[in-house]
């Protein structure tokens, strides 16, 4: 069990020749999810040498255009590439709307099916749950809707200890799914053998927490909790304070306190205000409360394992 | 007098590593206007180092994604550059609708004057008249309602000929004016001297026709007949003629064709579909029919003078 993370583009407000707005591609359990598309996230694909058919599930954010605009040409290229495979778009309530009505007034319906599942609620929910992968929303704190996502490798069935249940005669082969589910065994004279005599834990599930953007809020250090890879938004440095109060964005520090508040693994930061020439700033200031952290950069790829 | 054209993207379909989608910039007699704004076309302006203060007026032939899905973008980078003046936009109807909707749904509205100016005309209309630039619509042949855009340099005023006015005291420094005007002189015991003979031809104004995506079409000869330079789109090659009939566009030969007929001093091709590896195929099919062609590419300058 492991996950990929490749960073599409990090920056905020507006493309620029070296940097790219936001979107991310996520690789879990064979499933392949995009996070935020960004203006010019095909042609990062592209460049990154992303399938685009693998990309089953998109995830908006909000709909500030550094996070969206890429959206239309996404789904209108993936129509002329003759996709067939269903596409599941996540984004805040609108986003059905803008998308068909860009379709509409180009008379180009896309041929593949395109389900919208919009977002409107302010409590975290779950919005994908397939045999491997839950994604559960993020309520942010930021000038419009917006929405994190936590994606979470589901719990692996228990591992059997087989010498261990090769003392009870009694446990047999078709007992073995229910000791992997975690039940207790019950002897036909009642008396109970506990599962975790039986079996071993599993591998510990992974999970990947996606926010971006917000201002400093601890609302969210509950949901996150103990996550493998957090990337946290992280605009402006501490020197910019009062600006990111303004525009409802986060500090380099603020990410690095949630960061260790929430007791994550490890902390990547980005969505970078173009005012700053040098991204080691937000490291260093990151590192003051926080250490395991790393910039996100157009191209990086992170891969989490065990 | 002269105008320069900068090709940022001439490609069809969707953005690649190496091929823009369609955008151009037109700089003539001080107005700079921005032809067709496909995705990415803001970086483009960046990469060419074209001042996007400059831009006051877009154009857009058409509403499918490679010629407009750049221009939601555009304009919020503008508001986030802090621009004061005022930016016109002339495009299909929807195109407002379209902008409007994504400012409203992003809470993002601009703080500079937009104005749009939908068309819906099946004929050729005067969309922008100034003291030394107009600007015509060319009706094209399209799968959506589609126009192409003349840019006419005005007439500039007729050269006195100083040598001959002063055979006659009886014209005075205030009839100049009406000299430049074209007028004839009047003299006080009525006989008249023909302006030709008094000044000289002005020199000839200059005017770029830019025709994508058309079929082809001979209904657009008439409208950019002389003109110095003409942008045709030349999707294919001959060799899918069959595809260029049923997508309703043209082919290389079909783009020579039309700049033949329309005697125009220069024809530039572009619009390229993905499917061809060299674009030299384009300029040996419509060098057939007509010599003075040139390949679109990007960052390519076009400096047209007298």
């Keep these: 069990m ?114 919208f599942h919009e977002l409107v609620a302010s409590q975290s929910e779950i919005i994908l749950d397939n045999d491997k992968v839950q994604v559960h929303t993020i309520p942010l704190q930021h000038r419009i809707y917006t929405n994190g996502f936590l994606f979470k490798e589901k719990n692996r069935p228990r591992k059997l200890n087989m010498s261990s249940i090769d003392n009870y005669p009694e446990i047999d082969i078709c007992d073995y799914q229910n000791l992997k589910d975690g039940k ?53 440095l501490e020197e910019h304070h009062q600006l990111a109060l303004k525009t409802k964005h986060s500090t380099a520090k603020q990410a690095g306190t949630i960061a260790r508040k929430s007791n994550v693994k490890k902390l990547l930061l980005g969505h970078y205000s173009s005012r700053y020439k040098s991204l080691e700033l937000f490291l260093q200031e990151a590192h003051q409360v926080f250490e395991p952290v790393e910039l996100a950069e157009a191209g990086k790829e992170i891969t989490v394992t065990r």
């Design 2 to 115: 492991s996950f990929k993370l490749t960073i599409l583009g990090c920056h905020s407000a507006t493309p620029r020749s070296l940097a790219h707005t936001t979107s991310q591609y996520l690789e879990m359990n064979n499933d392949c999810f995009l996070i935020d598309c960004g203006e010019g996230t095909q042609r990062q694909l592209r460049k990154y040498k992303i399938k685009f058919s693998k990309i089953k599930h998109v995830f908006i954010s909000h709909l500030h255009g550094d996070h969206f605009f890429g959206l239309i040409g996404l789904i209108s290229t993936f129509n002329l590439l003759n996709r067939n495979t269903e596409l599941h778009i996540y984004g805040p309530k609108g986003i059905k709307e803008i998308i068909l009505l860009q379709l509409k007034l180009s008379n180009s319906w896309v041929e593949y099916p395109l389900h």
């Design 184 to 236: 207790d065994f019950i002897c036909q004279d009642g008396s109970i053998i506990l599962n975790k005599e039986l079996t071993y834990d599993p591998p510990r599930a992974l999970s990947y927490a996606y926010c971006s953007d917000t201002e400093y809020t601890e609302s969210i250090v509950p949901l996150i909790k103990e996550t493998d890879l957090l990337y946290h938004e992280s605009t402006f």
